[in-house]
């Protein structure tokens, strides 16, 4: 199979990856429902050597920069209790969380979570987390600019491997919001 952007070198439908997925992510592509089918979910392995994005984009494809979101764990806070939640923006803008994020949530304050907590909470790997597969009930806000490609690179649970996700997928997810102007 060739992935449908980027230039990889191996390319495989998730569903035919799982083993190289982290069990809640593997989970979630195995009871995957919704319009997009799980098999137009690609994973892709890629060397952890070159994770930071502008080597990724340098080695896999110059295109991908735009083609590329973040998923990163926030904390709202509200009265002595604390939501978690996900947000995915494209990965050439960052996250309105004192803005957008806090308001979405209700919270008095919204910050990063700290890494420990994402990937304990997640179950997955830090420089790696994914919207596919966050824990049940978690809120999941997604910029609209994301949701509008036709392919997106994300994350795939590990720092080894991404998935490459049809945008309109992320707003079919559980607990998916789709916001204007989360990423800035």
Request: net charge negative.
């Amino acid at each position: 199979m060739r992935a449908p952007i980027g230039h990889f070198d191996s390319a495989t439908p998730a569903p035919d990856a799982l083993h190289e997925l982290t069990g809640p992510v593997a989970d979630a592509v195995r009871h995957w429902s919704g319009s997009v089918p799980a098999d137009r979910i690609v994973y892709v392995d890629t060397d952890p050597q070159w994770a930071d994005t502008a080597v990724f984009v340098e080695h896999y494809g110059k295109e991908l920069l735009e083609q590329s979101a973040n998923c990163v764990v926030v904390a709202g806070k509200r009265g002595g209790e604390t939501t978690l939640a996900a947000c995915i923006v494209l990965s050439t803008t960052r996250v309105d969380v004192n803005g957008v994020v806090r308001r979405q949530l209700g919270a008095r304050k919204a910050s990063f979570a700290p890494m420990d907590t994402a990937t304990q909470e997640t179950g997955m790997e830090y420089g790696g987390i994914t919207p596919i597969g966050l824990p049940d009930g978690w809120p999941v806000l997604v910029d609209a600019a994301v949701v509008d490609l036709p392919y997106v690179l994300v994350g795939s649970g590990r720092r080894r491997g991404k998935l490459l996700v049809p945008g309109k997928a992320f707003a079919e997810l559980p607990g998916a919001v789709v916001l204007e102007g989360l990423g800035v």
